[in-house]
């Protein structure tokens, strides 16, 4: 330990990228081995290129589990850094350089939102019974609790349909949060229809929704979105092929149902990037996801006459994990060579035990 004092983040505040680049290196061979950098596909270049692992947030929070560092710092959004937590030895301390770097989507259902569904659902159906909860890994780790709690799971953008499979061999319907579309799109790839899958609107009493609806319903679908994928409309698809009309379509299923549909691939990021990268050459993509990605992705293929194109004529990225930039790495890692730890993120330990839960089930079922 080198002084006894943490470094402020106001000292970083007028640093340019270049300096914060150099101090980041600096910090981060000092380190070495002890702290490993985690950086999501969303988040800007000039953080992104100096992630020792690269990744969606379940990939980055296992294989940092699976590390020997000490220090997780996780370049992305908050929830992302509780799942590090909760799947991390004691040991490990998980850190998030901007705490403001939060998810719009995670934030539209919270446990007191949920629980009061839960309730309300039970005064029509034998809930315990007959719902399984189901929340996207995109939410906080108290939800994760809630499933937990009521023998419930998790599931990510790349194992939803199996994760519904497994709820289903258990119990009829699922209580499916925060992302409607995600849910959606994915129950309606496997022969559900649309109209055996309700929206829950929070603001409303029983959601909005009449006892039989409850009653009928397969998926009842949290009115969540996700803004970055909100975005994409399905006539943005129109007017791009009517000038390209030999370009491949990929969404992810953030995206809503009517994209979704007119697109030739659904897939999460990491399919995303799988997708597109062995594709033939000179070959034309649309893509409905994040902007970082789709413009590291183009600027990747190039060399093999592949386009690549952000599907949106507006610029779309994630604004909370755009907030995580250098200024706030070089702070991080700058304490940790000093001996402190700032923005540690640490979930209570029953409530983690209780998330864990669901991950696992997740896990064992994907």
């Known amino acids: 330990m080198n002084s006894t004092t943490t470094i402020p983040i106001q000292n970083y505040a007028l640093l340019d990228d270049a300096e914060c680049e150099a101090r980041i290196v600096a910090a981060k061979e000092k380190l070495g081995s002890r702290c490993i950098v985690l950086g999501h596909h969303y988040q800007r270049n000039?953080?992104?290129?100096?992630?020792?692992?690269?990744g969606d947030s379940l990939k980055l929070s296992r294989e940092a589990a699976q590390s020997d560092a000490e220090y997780i710092v996780f370049c992305g959004v908050h929830f992302m850094a509780e799942v590090a937590d909760i799947l991390s030895r004691?040991?490990?301390?998980?850190?998030l350089p901007d705490m403001a770097a939060g998810c719009s989507m995670a934030d539209m259902a919270n446990q007191v939102k949920v629980q009061k569904c839960w309730d309300e659902l039970a005064r029509v159906i034998d809930v315990e019974n007959v719902v399984t909860p189901v929340t996207y890994i995109n939410s906080a780790a108290d939800l994760k609790a809630f499933c937990g709690k009521h023998d419930g799971i998790v599931c990510t953008s790349s194992n939803a349909e199996k994760i519904l499979n497994w709820s289903f061999a258990r119990k009829e319907k699922v209580l499916f949060f925060p992302d409607q579309h995600l849910g959606r799109n994915t129950g309606y790839s496997m022969g559900i229809p649309l109209e055996q899958m309700v929206t829950w609107d929070f603001t409303q009493p029983l959601g909005g929704l009449t006892e039989q609806q409850i009653r009928d319903a397969k998926i009842i679908l949290w009115k969540g979105y996700c803004s970055v994928h909100q975005a994409?409309?399905?006539?943005?698809?129109d007017e791009f092929k009517k000038k390209y009309p030999e370009t491949k379509v990929i969404s992810h299923p953030e995206a809503c149902f009517e994209v979704c549909q007119k697109s030739d691939?659904?897939?999460?990021t990491e399919n995303i990037l799988k997708i597109v990268r062995e594709a033939e050459p000179n070959t034309r993509w649309l893509v409905a996801t994040e902007l970082?990605?789709?413009?590291?992705?183009?600027?990747e293929c190039q060399a093999e006459g592949k386009n690549v194109h952000f599907?949106?004529?507006?610029?779309?990225?994630?604004?909370?994990?755009?907030?995580?930039?250098?200024?706030?790495?070089?702070?991080?890692?700058?304490?940790?060579?000093?001996?402190?730890v700032v923005n540690q993120i640490s979930v209570p330990a029953e409530e983690a035990a209780l998330a864990k839960k669901a991950l696992d089930n997740m896990l064992q079922a994907s």
């Open 46 to 54: 000039e953080v992104f290129k100096h992630a020792d692992i690269t």
């Open 292 to 299: 970082n990605l789709v413009n590291r992705l183009h600027e």
């Open 232 to 237: 994409f409309k399905p006539e943005h698809i």
């Open 90 to 95: 004691p040991e490990q301390i998980a850190i």
């Open 265 to 268: 691939y659904i897939g999460s």
């Open 311 to 340: 599907m949106a004529p507006t610029l779309s990225m994630c604004s909370t994990m755009f907030r995580t930039d250098s200024q706030h790495l070089a702070w991080v890692l700058e304490n940790l060579v000093e001996g402190h």
